[in-house]
């Protein structure tokens, strides 16, 4: 039997109560895309460090998440 992959949501819902996996899946996901944004914000050069701290502001942030948002 293959394992289903969480949803977005449930992941997102992981996150507030210190879920690192959920986190590190969420962070999979949507890479890509958040280094294509910045990368069209910020040039080829600028975007490396700004996509880790996006993605380290995020988790300190989740604690604070309202659940009622998902």
């Known amino acids: 039997m293959v394992a289903r992959s969480p949803s977005e949501a449930e992941l997102i819902q992981q ?8 986190f590190r899946d969420l ?9 294509a944004t910045l990368a069209q914000l910020c040039g080829a050069d600028g975007w490396d460090d700004l996509g880790q701290e996006v993605f380290v ?7 604070k998440f309202r659940q009622s948002c998902v």
């Open 15 to 22: 996150c507030p109560q210190g879920s690192s996996a959920a």
């Open 27 to 35: 962070y999979r996901r949507y890479e890509r895309q958040v280094q």
């Open 57 to 63: 502001r995020d988790w300190k942030r989740f604690p």
